[in-house]
């Protein structure tokens, strides 16, 4: 870190150091190279309005490879199962047709990613997160978004669960 390099002509590049990394993050901890919710949580607009009648707000936790099961739904098309002879690699995700229709929506299985050694494993109200190389944390996400109270220990059904299901 160079505290007399300043933003300045096309030959510079100044940024803020992992101290203030997590800042624009807030009021979640960590920043993008980690899978805590300040690494992860990116919003998502779904404009459709033959479909989408009554717009709201939802909470449920989703991720990318829920977009391609939901246009396959929307679009009553069916996934191949091969392509020029050569098999298909299965589909993950679930679609989230109903839940943009208005209707309740619950992920049927977890949701599991990595990032540069990080990993994570989101089922319903619990996750747990992995820092590359140290021990699993949990966390209630409906009572605690900000994973600042971590729960490793005290739900011991629910992280074996996860962790099976993990290494699956």
């Not at 392509?83 to 309740?104: C, F, I, T, V, W």
């Not at 021990?135 to 729960?151: F, I, K, N, P, S």
Request: charge should be negative; charged fraction near 20%; glycine fraction near 8%.
């Amino acid at each position: 870190n160079r505290v007399d390099l300043h933003p300045g002509s096309a030959t510079t590049f100044m940024s803020y150091d992992l101290p203030w990394a997590n800042v624009p993050n807030a009021p979640f901890r960590m920043f993008k190279h980690w899978v805590h919710e300040s690494g992860i949580s990116t919003p998502l607009v779904a404009h459709w309005p033959a479909q989408i009648c009554n717009p709201l707000v939802e909470h449920e936790a989703a991720h990318v490879v829920d977009i391609m099961p939901t246009i396959l739904d929307a679009a009553n098309a069916t996934y191949p199962s091969d392509y020029g002879g050569h098999a298909m690699q299965a589909m993950d995700g679930e679609s989230m047709l109903n839940m943009l229709r208005g209707a309740p929506w619950k992920r049927e299985q977890p949701i599991f990613w990595e990032h540069e050694g990080n990993s994570a494993i989101r089922m319903e109200n619990f996750k747990m997160v992995r820092r590359h190389g140290q021990a699993w944390e949990l966390y209630g996400m409906d009572v605690d978004r900000t994973e600042l109270h971590e729960l490793a220990g005290s739900h011991r059904a629910v992280e074996s669960g996860l962790l099976r299901d993990y290494q699956g």
